[in-house]
Structures are given as C-alpha cells and as structure tokens.
C-alpha cells in the first residue's frame, strides 16, 4: 500500500493520470475531419510538397503557407506537418492524434517548470488537471493548426529549465540544450522573442545566481540564434509593419482583450469559437473587477506577495502582447494557453497559503476542484465538437464572429460546396463589404458556377489586378471558366500559369490534369496523377481519374486495374463500380 502511495505522488503517476484525462475528454477528436480554417491549406492541400523528404530544407526559407506572400514564418510547425506527412501520408487522424500528444506533454513540462520555481508540486498538479480539461483550451487538441501553441509550450519550458539547471550546475550541455531549445521555439512561433525579457525577469524576480561569465555566454548564444533566425525570415517571409514605439495606441485593445481571456478562463459559460468585435460588457467588467478585488484581498490578508502577482501579470500580458499588434485582430482562445502560466503561479501561491493558513479549508478546496474537474470536462467534451468538421465550425464561427469577414467567407464556401449558390454569394457580398476587394476572387468562382462567365471573367481580371498576390488562384478559376466553355487552349494555358505561381497547391496540379485530359495529353496527366498517388494512397478520386487516363490510352488493363484499386477505398463509390462494370464488358468485346 505505501509503495502505491509513493508511486501516486510520484511525477509519473501524474502524467499517466493527465494522460488517461485528456484521452477520454478528446479522444474522439482523433476521427475529427478538416475545419477548412488554415489546416487545409497547411497540410492536405500541399500535401505532396511536405511529404517529400527533399522538400525540408525549403520550409526554413518559405512562410508557413508555403509561399512568399505572407507574412508568418513559422518552420517547426510546417515540419512537424511534414514529418508525419511522410511517415503516415495524408492521414488527417495522426494529426489529430498528434494534437492530443503534444498537449499532454505542453500541460506536463508546464507543470515541470512551475515546480522547478518553488511552487507545491501537489497543488500544482490539480491546477495543471484543471487546465488540461478547461474548455477554453478545446481549440488546442481540436484544432490542428492550433498545435502551434503547445509547441511554443514545449520549446519554452524546456528553455527554461535548462537555462536553470545551467545558472545551477554551470553545466556546457544545459547551455547547449538552452540554446537547441530556444532555436526551436524562435522557429516556432514569432512570439517566442518574448522569451528574452522574461529570461531576464525571472532570474531576477526569483533569485537565481548568474555570473558575469554565464551572463557573457548567454548572450552571445541567443545573439547567433537571432541572427540566424533574422537573415532566415528576411528571405523567407515579407517584413511585418509593426511600430512598437507606438504600442500605447494598442492599449485598449489589449485592455479589453485581457479582460475577456480573463472572464472566460474564471466563467467558462460558453466559449466561442472565435471573437472579432472586443466590446467589454458589463459581465466581463464585473468579473474582472472581482478578480482584481480578490487578489487586493489576498495581498491584505497576506496570503500573497505583490511580487508573485505581478510576476504572474507580467508572464500573461507580455506573451499576449504580439498578439495584439495585428491589424485585423481575431481573438482565438488558444493564444491564452501560454500566457495562463501566469495565471496559474498566482492561484497555486494562493491556494498553497489559504492551506498553511487554514487548514480546514483543504476538504473544501478538494469538493471545489471535483466539481470545477467535473463540469470542465463535460463542457470541453461538448466543446470540441464545434471542430468536427468544416460545416459545424464555420456555422459556429459566423454564429460567434458574423460580422468578421473571414468567418462570412468560410460560411459562405459550405454553402458553395453543397450547390447553393445563392446563399454562397449572400455570405460572400457581406464578407466583402466588411473586407473591400478581397473577395472578388470568390464571387467570380460563384458566378463560374452560375455560368455566368462573362461576369465571372471581369471579376477575375479586376481581382489580379487589385490583389496581385492572388493571381495563382485567379488563373486557376480562369482555366475552370474556359473548361466550361470549351476553349481547351486557354484552359491549358491558365492551368500552366496557376501551377507554376503554386506548384504546392494540389488543387492546381489537379486542375492542369484536367487540362491535359481536355487536350489529349494522356501520358503528361498521368504523370501528375501518380505524383498525387505518391502521398495520399487512399484517395479513390486519382485511382478513378488514373483509370480514365489509360482507358483513353485503349490501356483497358491499367484501366481495370486501377479502378479496382480505388472500389478498396471507397467500394460504395457510384462512378467507380459504373467504370469497373463498363470496363469489364469493354475487355470482353475486346478480348
């Protein structure tokens, strides 16, 4: 019984028991499909660029979307994509799987880190659970582009702990795992620059003996990263224009903001899937001013020093802070995940000294984390269910943020994928009206399916125009238009131009196949079509599309063959037990 015991208290046990918690919350994410929000765009549809081993090195010199038009350089995360698109193909369940991995270990070494800074393991612990199946951080096993976050977690704790065991033990391989691990989380996400200042704060504020010689050290090290890191983005990605001597006209923006991350963490009633417009209700000011009144308290009673909560408040609105300074800001829960780091040292030095103080009351914080555990884990378990797919996402999305162009847009693209153009268009015009000339694109490819292509082409034009960067997408809709109306030379040409400005994107590959069909040019389509095949050998769409291409050929045995390959996949498909039907009476009048 007390080698149970001791192993219950040991951090092993705890991570077994956080394990077994968020597995049976959010284990049934992992048959999750796409939200079509970034994870389309990040993985299935290049799939065929990061599943190739020789593509690594590109996604250090290229923005996360794969293109030099944008502005996020984020290389960890792309590579994490592309690691498990090259072990496992276009397998959307090992990403959601991937998701609850690394949310498991970003709550552990949270924990792991606050431990290392003197704070009551035990307590922490329960808080850490807490957190685990707090619904406010469903996004972050939900929603695979999310992993962005807990990487960030990952890399930055480890950082830490090793510049601590460093500062302690004047260890060269501590220095050398802070340095690692700090590149990784520089990579990462652009926030991590953070990272500096609050190396610096917290051997300040906690004490930690440094000398001149580590000092020195130090900062050569993390100077060559950055320099390294500064000359990579350059070529990589376009400068962001952030003026952060004028932070101050940020400030109620991020007033508000922290407000709100702050009422939802403390009354997670109903968590949105995204918010767009910051307004401070009367809820949200109530809450807040409580907490704030709660901690004036606590500082009275002497249950807490002012320096841990400002440390706290420090961690939480420095790791925000970049957040902010996006000119189209969207809030999105997950961004809250680090920075409640802070939020979490103020309760556990709380909760630790109500307990010195008052013995008693540990019975009663005990039934408080069993009920708070409880209604959490439900809440999150419905929660996640907002993520299950691209319709109930963005139904939630618009619901949450209807007057957010993006949110418009993506409503608008369910409705264009189920044939109802009219509602698509209606959803598209409001998008555009909040977001002018960004839209045109996607009301012509409306139009295109309205086979209004005159129309259709003029807005196609004026987008190229006006948005250059979209030119690949614009060329791409011109070759559909051109399909439909059977000019086979500019359909091919613009397929041509569209695959070149995006080789990436396998909507364009696709669409040149569809091209070279049209113009007779069997072998050059089907040598994409087996490019496609290469990474995503479950796709019953290029087995069918490969069939065809050798039927054209008169190769009715590849035809046969491939067909039969797809019915393995999807042996309920229509167009594939048609095609294998016809192909077999076609081979005995053959034969």
């Not at 609850?100 to 035990?122: A, D, E, G």
């Not at 403390?266 to 901690?295: D, E, G, H």
């Not at 070759?479 to 400005?501: E, P, T, W």
């Amino acid at each position: 019984m007390g080698k149970i015991k001791n192993f219950l208290n040991t951090n092993l046990a705890f991570l077994i028991v956080l394990t077994v918690v968020v597995f049976a919350i959010y284990g049934k994410s992992i048959n999750y499909e796409l939200t079509k929000y970034d994870d389309s765009v990040l993985i299935t549809k290049t799939i065929n660029f990061i599943a190739e081993t020789a593509n690594i090195p590109k996604l250090f010199t290229t923005s996360c979307y794969y293109s030099n038009n944008y502005t996020y350089y984020r290389p960890i995360l792309t590579l994490s994509f592309a690691i498990e698109a090259i072990m496992f193909g276009n397998n959307t369940k090992v990403y959601h799987l991937s998701n609850i991995i690394l949310f498991i270990i970003s709550i552990y070494l949270m924990y792991v880190f606050l431990s290392r800074l003197k704070q009551n393991p035990i307590i922490l612990k329960f808080i850490c659970l807490l957190i685990a199946v707090h619904p406010m951080f469903s996004s972050c096993i939900a929603w695979i582009p999310a992993r962005n976050d807990t990487l960030l977690i990952i890399f930055s704790c480890l950082s830490f702990l090793n510049l601590f065991n460093y500062l302690k033990n004047n260890s060269n391989i501590s220095l050398f795992l802070f340095s690692i691990y700090f590149g990784l989380a520089l990579f990462t996400k652009e926030t991590s620059l953070i990272l500096i200042p609050m190396y610096v704060f917290f051997i300040y504020v906690f004490k930690f003996k440094i000398t001149k010689k580590q000092i020195l050290k130090t900062i050569t090290i993390l100077f060559s990263i950055l320099i390294f890191y500064f000359y990579l983005r350059s070529i990589s990605v376009h400068h962001i224009n952030i003026n952060i001597v004028e932070w101050y006209k940020y400030a109620p923006k991020i007033l508000t903001s922290v407000m709100i991350y702050i009422y939802n963490f403390l009354i997670p009633a109903y968590i949105p899937v995204m918010i767009y417009k910051l307004n401070t209700i009367l809820p949200i000011l109530i809450i807040n001013i409580s907490f704030l009144l709660f901690l004036f308290f606590c500082i009275y009673k002497k249950i807490i020093d002012i320096s841990t909560i400002l440390s706290g408040f420090v961690w939480l609105i420095l790791w925000l802070f970049p957040t902010f300074l996006i000119p189209d800001y969207i809030l999105l829960f997950h961004r809250f995940l680090l920075p409640v780091i802070g939020l979490i040292l103020i309760l556990c030095k709380i909760t630790n000294n109500i307990i010195l103080e008052y013995p008693v009351s540990k019975k009663y914080l005990i039934i408080i984390f069993l009920i708070l555990f409880g209604s959490y884990s439900y809440a999150s378990y419905i929660q996640s269910d907002k993520y299950k797919n691209s319709f109930i996402f963005w139904a939630h999305a618009y619901s949450d943020a209807s007057d957010y162009h993006v949110a418009c847009h993506g409503f608008s693209q369910r409705y264009l994928e189920i044939g109802d153009y009219e509602k698509s268009k209606k959803y598209l015009l409001l998008a555009e009206n909040f977001s002018p000339n960004r839209y045109l694109l996607d009301i012509a490819a409306v139009l295109l399916y309205e086979k209004k292509f005159e129309d259709a082409e003029k807005l196609l034009f004026k987008s190229a125009e006006l948005v250059p960067a979209t030119r690949d997408l614009v060329y791409g809709n011109l070759s559909k238009l051109y399909i439909h109306k059977n000019d086979v030379k500019k359909a091919l040409y613009y397929a041509q131009a569209g695959y070149n400005l995006n080789k990436n994107d396998i909507e364009f590959a696709e669409l040149l196949i569809t091209a070279y069909r049209l113009n007779n040019e069997f072998e050059k389509a089907l040598n994409i079509c087996f490019e496609l095949l290469k990474h995503d050998k479950t796709n019953a769409k290029y087995y069918y599309t490969i069939g065809v291409l050798y039927e054209a050929l008169a190769d009715y045995k590849n035809a046969l063959k491939y067909i039969s390959e797809g019915l393995k996949f999807a042996p309920e498909n229509i167009n594939l037990l048609e095609k294998v039907k016809y192909l077999k009476n076609i081979q005995k009048n053959y034969v």
